[in-house]
C-alpha cells in the first residue's frame, strides 16, 4: 500500500534520494552520474529551509516525489498576498506511473498552497508532465520574460 508523507527535516536522506533519481531520469543521465558537490549541498541545505513542502510517495521505498517552493514577492491588484509558489521535483519511479500517485501528490501541494495564502503556482512543465498538470487546471502561459544569470 503506497504511503504519502510531507517529508520532513529528519527525511533529507530520502528527499535527496527522490531528487537525485528524478534528475537522473529527467535529464537522462546513467545511473552512476555524478552530481557536483555543490549541487548535492545546495540541495540538501534547501531542504533544511522552510520554504517548501515535498510529499513522498512510498511503497517499501521512494517512488514519488513532488515539491512546492514558496515565493514573497511584492504584492499587486492580481495577487494580494504576495504569495506564489513553483512546483519541481514532481516525479514517479516508471514502474508505478499511471496510478495516479503524481496526481495525488499535486492536489496535497496545491490544498497546501491554498491554505498558505498562495494566489498563483507556476512550473516548468516537460512534453510528458503537461496531461498531468493540465488535469489540476494549470494552463500553458507566454507571460513572462526570462534574464538567465549563470
Known amino acids: 500500500?503506497?504511503?504519502?508523507?510531507?517529508?520532513?527535516?529528519d527525511d533529507k536522506e530520502l528527499l535527496m534520494q527522490s531528487?537525485?533519481?528524478?534528475?537522473?531520469?529527467v535529464n537522462e543521465l546513467p545511473f552512476?552520474?555524478?552530481f557536483s558537490k555543490e549541487l548535492i549541498d545546495n540541495s540538501r541545505e534547501y531542504f533544511n529551509s522552510n520554504n517548501q513542502t515535498t510529499v513522498l510517495a512510498i511503497?517499501?521505498?521512494v517512488i514519488g516525489c513532488a515539491t512546492i517552493c514558496y515565493i514573497e514577492v511584492m504584492p499587486t491588484f492580481s495577487h494580494p498576498t504576495g504569495k506564489r509558489a513553483h512546483l519541481m521535483n514532481v516525479y514517479t519511479n516508471s514502474k508505478y506511473r499511471r496510478q495516479g500517485i503524481a496526481l495525488y501528490m499535486l492536489n496535497l501541494l496545491i490544498k497546501d498552497a491554498k491554505e498558505k495564502g498562495v494566489t498563483e503556482i507556476s512550473l516548468d512543465a516537460t512534453e510528458?508532465?503537461?496531461p498531468l498538470y493540465k488535469k489540476c487546471n494549470f494552463v500553458e502561459a507566454d507571460e513572462y520574460m526570462v534574464l538567465n544569470l549563470k
Not at 531528487?19 to 531520469?25: F, G, H, K, S, T
Open 1 to 9: 500500500m503506497i504511503e504519502y508523507v510531507v517529508a520532513s527535516k
Open 19 to 25: 531528487r537525485l533519481e528524478m534528475l537522473r531520469v
Open 32 to 34: 552512476d552520474y555524478e
Open 59 to 61: 511503497d517499501e521505498c
Open 128 to 130: 510528458l508532465g503537461k
